[in-house]
């Protein structure tokens, strides 16, 4: 238990220090724009855009990206929902976070957990963009805590469980 409160106390402190950070220039727009592109609407434009570009391995991609969100999305509700953990704004005083989440508890992050998992379908099937789409990833989780709705705790393990997943569905369905 002892643990587990020092580990709160880091992550609210290195909330307070990233949430800082974001008061500098055009950062808050630009977390806005990145936690909208992390909101599911590349789950499905992704593919599309794949298809009009005829796109090798359609099928294997759209196959992986379908199982692994299907298991993803589960295993994030379940947890979500058992941990019941409280946003940064229910549980630190006089704190207002800048956007209202879409549902009530902390961790772990759905947006930070879909968008590694998207990153990671895309490194399993087609390689070249690594560098690219978990760059992408890493900045819808920073957006997270920057916008004041995640600690930086459950981005991390939204980011753990999204890859995580994408890896072993794909072992699963022999992709890997």
């Known amino acids: 238990m ?10 609210t402190w290195l909330f307070s220090v990233l949430f800082r950070q974001g008061e500098r220039g055009t950062l808050r727009p630009c977390a806005r724009a990145l936690s909208k592109s992390g909101d599911g609407y590349l789950h499905l434009l992704v593919p599309l855009f794949l298809l009009l570009i005829g796109a090798p391995r359609l099928f294997d991609f759209v196959l ?6 299907l298991l993803e999305r589960a295993i994030y509700w379940l947890l979500k ?3 019941k ?13 800048l956007v209202v989440a879409a549902d009530r508890f902390s961790l772990p992050s759905g947006h930070t957990s879909a968008a590694f998992l998207l990153a990671t379908v895309l490194a399993i099937i087609y390689s070249g963009p690594i560098f690219t789409v978990y760059a992408w ?35 699963q369905l022999g992709l890997l």
Do not use: C, W
């Open 137 to 171: 990833a890493s900045a819808v989780a920073f957006s997270r805590v920057i916008l004041g709705v995640h600690y930086p705790g459950d981005t991390l393990a939204g980011a753990l469980i999204g890859a995580t997943i994408a890896m072993l569905m794909a072992t």
């Open 81 to 83: 929902n058992g941990f």
């Open 2 to 11: 002892e643990l587990l409160y020092a580990l709160h106390r880091l992550d």
């Open 85 to 97: 953990r409280k946003r940064p704004q229910e549980s630190l005083s006089g704190f207002r976070s």
């Open 64 to 69: 992986l990206l379908a199982a692994s969100l």
